[in-house]
T-cell receptor, first 109, second 115 residues
């Protein structure tokens, strides 16, 4: 059974700070990982994916993958109140995505 | 920008009734999915569909669930005899190709309430 674990939070950061979101997974063979953002009552929207060890940057977002330790993280620089949402970590299993429960981020102005 | 559309946005049904949730995936996509999210819980995979047949399904997707692509555009999820615990947000998603790094695009969801 492939599992994705996230701290549900809430994680509270002030505007302009760096938010750090973490995720661990159970299956060492997992290859591809995704970060989705979900606003309350809305559908998940992709922020970025990562499949190589190391860092991947896209604007204010940086995803980090460490396969040896089986964790994935997402850093959000210069956090804005509009970043307040639930962040879902997911891994690809076959054709499906397996999601964690998500971490709620609250950015205060 | 192309998007996945779902109808209805909210469906209320009585326990034991059949419901059909509808989705129009993005037109050139090949893989279609249904996920559900019970309130306050995680997004759960139900089924994937490719080349007019089920590709994968989860333990949740039992005999009371079925999927169909009745024409070239619609993709439906049928729940034959709804239970209270089927109340959830149901998301349809589509992907252009198989591959490890292709984005799944989600529709806005159908909130199903079983009373």
């Amino acid at each position: 059974q492939k599992e994705v674990e996230q701290n549900s939070g809430p994680l509270s950061v002030p505007e302009g700070a760096i938010a750090s979101l973490n995720c661990t997974y159970s299956d060492r063979g997992s290859q591809s990982f995704f970060w989705y953002r979900q606003y309350s009552g809305k559908s998940p929207e992709l922020i970025m994916f990562i499949y190589s060890n190391g860092d991947k940057e896209d604007g204010r977002f940086t995803a980090q993958l460490n396969k040896a330790s089986q964790y994935v993280s997402l850093l959000i620089r210069d956090s804005q109140p509009s970043d307040s949402a639930t962040y879902l970590c997911a891994l690809q299993a076959g054709t499906a995505l397996i999601f964690g429960k998500g971490t709620t981020l609250s950015v205060s102005s | 920008e192309p998007e996945v559309t779902q109808t209805p946005s909210h469906q209320v049904t009585q326990m034991g009734q059949e419901v059909i949730l509808r989705c129009v995936p993005i037109s050139n996509h090949l893989y279609f999915y249904w996920y559900r999210q019970i309130l306050g819980q995680k997004v759960e995979f139900l089924v994937s569909f490719y080349n007019n047949e089920i590709s994968e399904k989860s333990e949740i997707f039992d005999d009371q669930f079925s999927v169909e692509r009745p024409d070239g555009s619609n993709f439906t999820l049928k729940i034959r005899s709804t239970k209270l615990e089927d109340s959830a947000m149901y998301f349809c998603a589509s992907r252009p190709v198989r591959g490890r790094n292709t984005e799944a695009f989600f529709g806005q969801g159908t909130r199903l309430t079983v009373v």
